[in-house]
């Protein structure tokens, strides 16, 4: 089991940034991978990053690339989004997930997720 309490969210004029956190209890977290989702109001859940289980391999959605960047501390049980050039498009509530499985497509847990707002 894996508990994921999400921080870092808040409201950024467009072109700035912000640098999300994810906490993430238990002993095994370096046997997960990570993600993050966002849902945006009246829009269905999207993944926008996730990385493997050691760091190594990183992959993105189309709109974020080159913008947005997965990191992760095992050490520290924590994963984060570094979220650079917002757009008012990334306003979204973002979740942090995990899943044993890298290529899963929903995640087995699942954090309850920090709003993000870029006003233009």
């Known amino acids: 089991q894996v508990q994921l309490v999400e921080s870092g969210g808040g409201s950024v004029q467009a072109g700035g940034s912000l640098r999300l956190s994810c906490a993430a209890s238990?002993?095994?977290?370096?046997?997960?991978?990570m993600f993050w989702f966002r849902q945006a109001p009246g829009k269905e859940r999207e993944s926008v990053a996730r990385?493997?289980?050691?760091?190594?391999?990183?992959s993105y959605a189309d709109s974020v690339k080159g913008r947005f960047t997965i990191s992760r501390e095992n050490a520290k049980n924590m994963v984060y989004l570094q979220m650079n050039s917002l757009k008012p498009e990334d306003t979204a509530v973002y979740y942090c997930?995990?899943?044993?499985?890298?290529?899963?497509?929903?995640?087995?847990?699942w954090g309850q997720g920090t709003q993000v707002t870029v006003s233009s």
């Open positions: 238990g002993r095994t977290f370096s046997s997960y991978s």
């Open positions: 997930a995990a899943d044993l499985e890298f290529s899963v497509g929903v995640p087995k847990y």
């Open positions: 990385i493997s289980r050691s760091g190594g391999t990183t």
